[in-house]
């Protein structure tokens, strides 16, 4: 029953600014880190920040340090990522994830964010 259902993309100008959500049920979610990847066309999937149990610590790609935030509510079972300052290369599905295991990487649908002017 674990799911994650991220929310928040869209068409946006560079420069410009979206916040991402990242809806987590069937699961307890203050017991795992929680991770954002992005894909690009042609382009395998690629870690963009990470965010631990108790979000007391966060890491982030090279490409999007100063720019995004990544964020967790364990109340509200809900992660988010910041995105600030967004370029055209920034386009992407993003998607949250959790790993349980080996056996158990868990991912959502994606959401779609365009920066295009």
């Known amino acids: 029953q674990v799911q994650l259902v991220e929310s928040g993309g869209g068409l946006v100008q560079p420069g410009g600014s979206l916040r991402l959500s990242c809806a987590a049920s069937g699961f307890p979610f203050d017991y795992y880190a929680i991770g954002w990847f992005r894909q690009a066309p042609g382009k395998e999937r690629e870690g963009v920040s990470c965010?631990?149990?108790?979000?007391?610590?966060?890491n982030y790609a090279d490409s999007v340090k100063g720019r995004f935030i990544i964020s967790r509510d364990n109340a509200k079972n809900t992660a988010y990522l910041q995105m600030n300052s967004l370029k055209p290369e920034d386009t992407a599905v993003y998607y949250c994830n959790i790993n349980m295991g080996k056996y158990f990487d868990y991912w959502g649908q994606g959401t779609q964010v365009t920066v295009s002017s």
């Open positions: 965010i631990t149990t108790s979000g007391d610590s966060t």
